[in-house]
């Protein structure tokens, strides 16, 4: 049974920073591009970031609106994946979700959601002006 379980969301003042995690379970997590979504109250679901299977650093892909204040990383060993967020704005304030897709580049999760194999049950994260 696939698993993913998102964790460290909560509330923050704008400027703050939150770290999130995803731990897998269920997949081989080496094989597995592995990625963020987020769903704001009202609007639909969307993509923030991903980190490829392959898992070097030129293998991320970032949203625009998230670029130069999210990076996202992984460690194969612990099957885990992180978003480290700084300079947090209101604006991203939603539910995040975790999201897996095998073998695939982390551009292709970020330009079709529906190519998304496996989701999480999401962590809220709550930006305070």
């Known amino acids: 049974q696939v698993q993913l379980v998102e964790s460290g969301g909560g509330s923050v003042q704008a400027g703050g920073s939150l770290r999130l995690s995803c731990a897998a379970s269920g997949i081989i997590f080496s094989r597995y591009t592995m990625g963020w979504f987020r769903q704001a109250p009202g609007k639909e679901r969307e993509f923030v970031a991903a980190?490829?299977?392959?898992?070097?650093?030129?293998?991320?892909y970032y949203a625009d609106s998230v670029k130069g204040r999210f990076t996202t990383s992984r460690d194969n060993a612990k099957n885990t994946m992180y978003l480290q967020m700084n300079s947090l704005e209101p604006e991203d304030t939603a539910v995040y979700y975790c999201a897996a897709l095998p073998f695939r580049s982390a551009q292709v999760m970020g330009t079709n959601k529906n190519a998304v194999d496996y989701w999480g049950k999401g962590t809220l994260v709550t930006v305070s002006s």
């Open positions: 980190i490829s299977w392959s898992g070097s650093a030129d293998n991320t």
